[in-house]
């Protein structure tokens, strides 16, 4: 562990130097920039990316509408991934969200946050994918069945939440290792998915004759439009996910400012 001024408990403006002087504690910094990459990557390329696509295309009702809210749920996390990089480079601390909203608005909206995040949005996401990955773990010793076993489901969803848990509690390092072996198999699945799809198009095997008539019988409710929009920004849910451990990440002025263009107040 290493030392450091501790943060008192009204951070004020950022940029102020603390003045309490109290000893405090850090995180080991053990996250270099490529393994930051991996972990967003490897947050973001999630169970929602192999779901989605069909509740994309069910509530737009058509191929090409479906493309442009990818392209537009894309470009709004890009939006929003750059505009955390800057929060992060301005305040290199860890929480997210918490840390930002405390500097900004207080104790009191930072912690009805936090107790939101904590004890309703995360766990049901965590929730969510345990699921997702324990039905397509379990799909090839069922094969044929059109539903499986909700208590072996639940079970191994739960197992993988507990294995995670203890890798996690056991070495940072070790959740590091394990996160790009994870996000290597995702991208080389998606590699595989697009790549496959490009070559029976090239081959001429594709039904090309859909592309005219790309558009049509797309919605027009805004409710639809809307569970669209959710689908697709679900999938690329997770762009946020290297702010929380900010103070783990090794030289964060370099990787944050350097890359983001912002500048550190600290």
Request: glycine share 12%.
């Amino acid at each position: 562990m290493e030392s450091r001024k501790g943060r008192s408990g009204s951070l004020g403006v950022a940029g102020q130097e603390l003045s309490s002087g109290a000893p405090g504690l850090m995180l080991r910094r053990e996250i270099g920039l490529w393994n930051a990459v991996s972990l967003i990557a490897g947050c973001m390329i999630g169970s929602g990316i192999f779901m989605s696509p069909q509740g994309v295309l069910v509530y737009m009702g058509s191929p090409g509408a479906s493309l442009v809210v990818w392209v537009l749920c894309g470009l709004l996390a890009m939006l929003g991934a750059l505009c955390y990089a800057e929060l992060s480079a301005l305040v290199p601390e860890s929480g997210g969200e918490y840390a930002y909203i405390l500097r900004t608005f207080g104790s009191l909206p930072a912690f009805l946050v936090i107790y939101i995040f904590t004890l309703v949005g995360r766990p049901a996401t965590i929730a969510a994918i345990s699921l997702s990955f324990a039905e397509y773990a379990l799909a090839p010793f069922y094969p044929g069945c059109p539903s499986l076993p909700q208590s072996v489901v639940k079970s191994v969803a739960a197992s993988c939440i507990l294995l995670l848990m203890l890798v996690n509690f056991w070495s940072s390092r070790l959740a590091t290792m394990l996160m790009n072996v994870c996000t290597v198999a995702k991208v080389f699945s998606l590699l595989i998915i697009v790549v496959g799809g490009a070559v029976v198009l090239v081959q001429g095997h594709g039904r090309t004759e859909f592309l005219l008539s790309a558009f049509h019988n797309t919605t027009q409710q805004a409710g639809r439009i809307g569970m669209a929009f959710y689908q697709g920004l679900w999938s690329f849910d997770g762009w946020n996910s290297i702010n929380y451990m900010m103070e783990e990440l090794k030289n964060p002025k370099v990787s944050l400012c350097c890359h983001s263009g912002g500048k550190s107040l600290n």
